[in-house]
Every structure is written in C-alpha cells, then in structure tokens.
T-cell receptor
Framework: NAGVTQTPKFQVLKTGQSMTLQCAQD?????MYWYRQDPGMGLRLIYY???????DKGEVPNGYNVSRLNKREFSLRLESAAPSQTSVYFC???????????FGSGTRLTVV | DQQVKQNSPSLSVQEGRISILNCDYT??????FLWYKKYPAEGPTFLIS?????DKNEDGRFTVFLNKSAKHLSLHIVPSQPGDSAVYFC????????????FGQGTRLTINP
C-alpha cells in the first residue's frame, strides 16, 4: 500500500532553473494538495485540486504552477527557481478532509 | 494573517506524564479541527479530529478538547511515551474552504525517559 508517492526526495537547483515535483496517489482520492513547510511557518498551501480537471490557488501560489494530469497524479512546477523557494514540499490527498489527509514523505528542495 | 496559531515551538515532558499541546484560532467559521503528528523525514500523519459541535473527542491515549468561546483547542496525551516525540500540527477547516486545511506552525514534543 504505497499511499502518496513523491519524487524526487531531494533536489538542489541553481537560481533560475526549472523543475517539476511529481506526486501520485493510489487511494482513488478526489482531492490533492501541495504544501510547503518552512521553519516557524508550519504547512502552507500552495495549490490544490478538489477533483480531476480542477486546480485552485492556495495561500502561497506565486512562483508555482500545477497540473492535475489525471485522478492519480498532481505535479508542481517551479518555472524559475528562487532561493525563497528553498523548503520541504509535501503532496497530500484526501477523500474527505475531516478524515485526514494522507501525506507523501516530502521533497527537500534547496535553491542556491 | 495566521488563522491557526501554536504559540509554543517546543515542549518537553517526562515519560509517563501528561503532555498538553495547545492551539488557538481566529476564524469562527472553522467547523473541524485536526491534529497531525510528524516524525523527521516523514510526512505528517493524521492523529485525531473534533467537530465544532463537540467539546471533547477521545481516542486511546489521545484526547482533544475544544473551547469555542475561547477559540482554543488542546491535545492531551496520557501517558506520554518516548514514541510520542515528534512535531505536532493542529489544523482547521471551514465549510466554505472545500477540503482545504489551514495548519498551525507546529510544536516539537520531546518525551524524556
């Protein structure tokens, strides 16, 4: 039972480079999310997808784009990475939020 | 504007004693509150939740209390065990917020033998 799988687990980028963080879930959940975790800031929502074919901005969407490729996959793209995007990124999925999200194990991204 | 706040970055408790983690919120439209536990290098895992129509929910060693008038919730762990050492996040949802959760900053709990 894989749950939510994120790739890669670690990445170092130079300022201005682009990359895509991949996320896939095998629980047939409708909703998927991207959060970032920074020290003292908790988890902040970047983008979410309430269902296949829809995406919406969260609290901190600037500098990011997302694609809900199908029901299983939700990717996060950094078009031109900046040092401020150094963070740990978590993907999550849920059927009903009050029953809890299932999170992936995270991607630690460093932008130098 | 931090709608969910955990004002204690860290807490240290002796094994076997009670751990109390606190969380305050500002948005009166929140209708569900949740607690997540996070170990290093892992994603957060769901621990326990409470509806805004209740004031207490219990699951084994974990109890969450909600005081709506004070806009305050707390998580009690009794008795505390070494495996409880982790970062704990409280989170909240609004009916209008689809399935989005708003998280607090987290509290690092350390259980000392």
């Amino acid at each position: 039972n894989a749950g939510v799988t994120q790739t890669p687990k670690f990445q170092v980028l130079k300022t201005g480079q682009s990359m895509t963080l991949q996320c896939a879930q095998d629980m047939n959940h409708n909703s998927m999310y991207w959060y970032r975790q920074d020290p003292g800031m908790g988890l902040r929502l970047i983008y979410y997808s309430a269902s296949e074919g829809t995406t919406d901005k969260g609290e901190v969407p600037n500098g990011y784009n997302v694609s809900r490729l199908n029901k299983r996959e939700f990717s996060l793209r950094l078009e031109s990475a900046a040092p401020s995007q150094t963070s740990v990124y978590f993907c999550a999925s849920s059927e009903v939020a009050v029953y809890g999200y299932t999170f992936g194990s995270g991607t630690r991204l460093t932008v130098v | 504007d931090q709608q969910v706040k955990q004002n204690s970055p860290s807490l240290s408790v002796q094994e076997g004693r009670i751990s109390i983690l606190n969380c305050d919120y500002t948005n009166s439209m929140f209708d569900y509150f949740l607690w997540y536990k996070k170990y290093p290098a892992e994603g957060p895992t769901f621990l326990i939740s409470i509806s805004s129509i209740k004031d207490k929910n219990e699951d084994g060693r974990f109890t969450v209390f909600l005081n709506k008038s004070a806009k305050h919730l707390s998580l009690h762990i009794v008795p505390s065990q070494p495996g409880d050492s982790a970062v704990y996040f409280c989170a909240a949802r609004t009916l209008q917020g689809a399935q989005k959760l708003v998280f607090g900053q987290g509290t690092r709990l350390t259980i000392n033998p």
